[in-house]
C-alpha cells in the first residue's frame, strides 16, 4: 500500500526558511495531482498549494509569493520550499495525492500525517 510520509518541519524564527519534502513509500506511483495543506490550531485545513500535471502550479493568498511547491516525478517526492516565514504560518502540514484535484484534504486519496511547522517572533 502507499504511504505518503512528510519530513522536513521544525521550529524557526519569523523570516526564516524551511523546505518541507513528501517522499512515497510502497511503489512507484505518478499522481496528475499533488497538494500542500496546513491546519494551524483551532482552524480548519487550508489549501495552500498545489502541483496539477507536469508543472501547472497554484497557491494560496496566504502564502503566494514566499512558498514554492515542486516535485520530482522520477522519485515520486513532492517539496515545499517556504520562506519569509511568519508566525501564523505555523501548523501542520500535510501532503496529498491523487489522480485529480480537489479542494479538500479528505478529497485525496492519498494522505500524509503531517510535519509541524512552528515560525515564533
Known amino acids: 500500500q502507499v504511504q505518503l510520509v512528510e519530513s522536513g518541519g521544525g521550529s524557526v524564527q519569523a523570516g526564516g526558511s524551511l523546505r518541507l519534502s513528501c517522499a512515497a513509500s510502497g511503489y512507484r506511483v505518478s499522481w496528475y495531482c499533488m497538494a500542500w495543506f496546513r491546519q494551524a490550531p483551532g482552524k480548519d485545513y487550508e489549501k495552500i498549494a498545489q502541483?496539477?500535471?507536469?508543472?501547472?502550479?497554484t497557491y494560496a493568498d496566504s502564502v503566494r509569493g514566499r512558498f514554492t511547491i515542486s516535485k520530482d516525478p522520477a522519485k515520486t517526492a513532492l517539496f515545499l520550499q517556504m520562506n519569509s516565514l511568519k508566525p501564523n504560518d505555523t501548523a501542520m502540514y500535510y501532503c496529498?495525492?491523487?489522480?485529480?484535484?480537489?479542494?479538500?484534504?479528505?478529497?485525496?486519496?492519498?494522505r500524509g500525517q503531517g510535519t509541524q511547522v512552528t515560525v515564533s517572533s
Open positions: 502541483i496539477e500535471g507536469p508543472e501547472k502550479t
Open positions: 496529498a495525492a491523487d489522480t485529480a484535484c480537489g479542494d479538500a484534504l479528505l478529497f485525496y486519496t492519498y
